[in-house]
């Protein structure tokens, strides 16, 4: 199983959207609407962000919403703070052999 | 509150075996899937292994099937990872964490600080 793929750096100005894609194939983000998305501060553990595509943990800024087309699955962070600033990854369910896979990473820049 | 805490990382040498421990507390640990993810230095994550709420399934990535092995001990709330047959790729950054979902357990909510372990002579 192959890691999703995501891009490695996207940045913005405070207050802008900025969109993470998750590009899989028809056997993991396209089968089924199970994409999780995960924060990574530099040295701390990853956060879940949100789940099953679009639902948001509680706790979770409503800043943060997620979607799926197809094979590629999106992160969108709203009103970006300088908080937000980190490694963001995704991680979609691939049936019960190898049931996880991981995007590649991605790293937000808040100008 | 969910806590999850690992422990048992070090230095041990290629061909060498280590043993992780991941203590839980906050939840009812028996009724949730756990897993083991791991990030190499400067890396991303990769999943390694999980296990069923009554151990019954257990799956391993390719990359380290046939020499890790996941268990747990449901009366002591405790995960567990033996690594046996270390090899230099296997250094990085081991995680606990619990598996939700209702249907398909299928996210991490949520994961312990890490433990390092590093494979070198």
């Known amino acids: 199983q192959s890691a999703l793929t995501q891009p490695a750096s996207v940045s913005g100005s405070p207050g802008q959207s900025i969109t993470i894609s998750c590009t899989g194939t028809?056997?993991?983000?396209?089968?089924?609407?199970?994409v999780s998305w995960y924060q990574q501060h530099p040295g701390k553990a990853p956060k879940l962000m949100i789940y099953e595509v679009s639902k948001r943990p509680s706790g979770v800024s409503n800043r943060f919403s997620g979607s799926k087309s197809g094979n590629t699955a999106s992160l969108t962070i709203s009103g970006l703070q300088a908080e937000d600033e980190a490694d963001y990854y995704c991680c979609s369910y691939a049936g019960s052999s190898t049931p996880y896979v991981f995007g590649t990473g991605t790293k937000v820049t808040v100008l | 509150q969910v806590q999850l805490v690992e422990s048992g990382g070090g230095l041990v040498k290629p061909g060498g075996s280590l043993r992780l421990s991941c203590a839980a507390s906050g939840f009812t640990f028996s009724d949730y899937y756990m897993s083991w993810i791991r990030q190499a230095p400067g890396k991303g994550l990769e999943w390694v292994s999980y296990?069923?709420?009554?151990?019954?399934?257990?799956y391993y990535a390719d990359s380290v099937k046939g020499r890790f092995t996941i268990s747990r001990d449901n009366a002591k709330n405790s995960l567990y990872l033996q690594m046996n047959s270390l090899r230099a790729e296997d250094t990085a950054v081991y995680y606990c964490?619990?598996?939700?979902?209702?249907?398909?357990?299928?996210?991490?909510?949520?994961w312990g600080q890490g433990t390092l372990v590093t494979v070198s002579s």
């Open positions: 964490a619990r598996v939700g979902g209702s249907m398909v357990a299928n996210y991490f909510d949520y």
């Open positions: 028809s056997s993991d983000v396209g089968s089924y609407n199970l």
């Open positions: 296990i069923s709420s009554s151990g019954s399934t257990i």
